[in-house]
Structures are given as C-alpha cells and as structure tokens.
T-cell receptor, first 116, second 111 residues
Framework: SAVISQKPSRDICQRGTSLTIQCQVD?????MFWYRQQPGQSLTLIAT?????????ESGFVIDKFPISRPNLTFSTLTVSNMSPEDSSIYLC?????????????FGPGTRLTVL | QKEVEQNSGPLSVPEGAIASLNCTYSDRVSQSFFWYRQYSGKSPELIMSIYSNGDKEDGRFTAQLNKASQYVSLLIRDSQPSDSATYLCAVNEDSSYKLIFGSGTRLLVRP
C-alpha cells in the first residue's frame, strides 16, 4: 500500500488561530480523504479532497472552517481555522487504493491537535 | 441515518482464546466491509476486508459476513496480548468510496 506521511504529527495551538496539516503520499492516488477523531470517539469523515476542484464536505463541516487543497495526486492540506478547544482532535488523512472490487482506504499517522 | 454499531467493550479474553468481535450495519445496499485495528495513540490499520457472504481467513484472523442479517464479525484465533487494541468496523456507503465507521470495540487480551 501507499506510504502516507502527515505534518505536523502534533501541535498545541491557541484559540482563534489556524493550523494547516499536510498529507503527502509516495505514489499518485485518486481518492484522498480527511477524517477527524475526537477523544475517545470513532472516525468522522470531514471531506473528500478532489484534485483540481473544490473538496466535497460532509454534513456538519464547512469550507470556511476546514479549507482543503489538493494541488496534485500526491498531496493535500487541511486547515483548521479560527480554532476553539472543541477542535482538539486527531486529524487523519487517508487514501483510497483500487483493489479491484472497491477502493480500500489506508490511513496516515495522524496529527494530534490540542487547542488551548 | 446510516449506522454501524459495535459493542464498545472492553472485551476481555485470556491469551490463546478466540476473540469474537461483532458489527451490525443499517444500510442494506452496503457492499464492502472492513476491519481496522487501532492501537492507543496510533492511526487505524487495515487488517481485513470482505465483500461476499461467508468467511474470509487471513492468518489468525477470520472475517464473516452475512448480508441477509446485516452483520459482519471478526474472529481472532490464538489471541495474543499484542492484539489488545480497539477494532473498528467500517462499511462502504452505497457504491461510493465513503466509509462509515462504528464506534469500535476495545479488546483486552490477558496474559
């Protein structure tokens, strides 16, 4: 499977600021996704990062709060804007790989964000 | 609201036993099913995928799918303390690439 890296691995931020998280893949992939995992919770899909067009956001997530870029098939960024303590979570990118039947998703190592 | 349900646990089993993890889903048209393992502080790691009714075996892991009853399970044979983790069930939404995750079952294997 593709090797996925994320930067930063963790950060502590002040409320009202913004943080941009980078996701880099070692091969070209069609599908990239951003998830959030709040403390003690499961994964929630934020958006699908589309190459060359605007991301597709899930219900409850908006572009102004979570702008996403996908300039090419190996890289994407997620920005968490105007942060509040409620944004403290692990943010994960994943990539979809075609396994013949369906895309199988593999996750990056995650970014642990704490907002004070 | 499409849902994936799992017992949160913890499921505690002795070393060497079979651990049985269960998952039910609400969307009848779901086609693909995945089990991820997540160690504390780490990201989810794919361990099994299954698409057809029946059993699929991979080493000590067996995934079982019953679409008529809308459940998927994961059996771990000869459980080891290193298997202690949270196991997440995930289901493809319709024919899209989106995954809906269950809340996870925490497994504890006692030495």
């Amino acid at each position: 499977s593709a090797v996925i890296s994320q930067k930063p691995s963790r950060d502590i931020c002040q409320r009202g600021t913004s943080l941009t998280i980078q996701c880099q893949v070692d091969s070209q992939v069609t599908m990239m996704f951003w998830y959030r995992q709040q403390p003690g919770q499961s994964l929630t899909l934020i958006a699908t990062a589309n190459q060359g067009s605007e991301a597709t956001y899930e219900s409850g997530f908006v572009i102004d709060k979570f702008p996403i870029s996908r300039p090419n098939l190996t890289f994407s960024t997620l920005t968490v804007s105007n942060m509040s303590p409620e944004d403290s979570s692990i943010y994960l990118c994943s990539v979809g790989e075609d396994r013949g039947v369906t895309d199988t998703q593999y996750f990056g190592p995650g970014t642990r964000l704490t907002v004070l | 609201q499409k849902e994936v349900e799992q017992n949160s646990g913890p499921l505690s089993v002795p070393e060497g036993a079979i651990a049985s993890l269960n998952c039910t889903y609400s969307d009848r048209v779901s086609q693909s099913f995945f089990w991820y393992r997540q160690y504390s502080g780490k990201s989810p790691e794919l361990i099994m995928s299954i698409y057809s009714n029946g059993d699929k075996e991979d080493g000590r892991f067996t995934a079982q799918l019953n679409k008529a009853s809308q459940y998927v399970s994961l059996l771990i044979r000869d459980s080891q303390p290193s298997d202690s983790a949270t196991y997440l069930c995930a289901v493809n939404e319709d024919s899209s690439y989106k995954l809906i995750f269950g809340s996870g079952t925490r497994l504890l294997v006692r030495p």
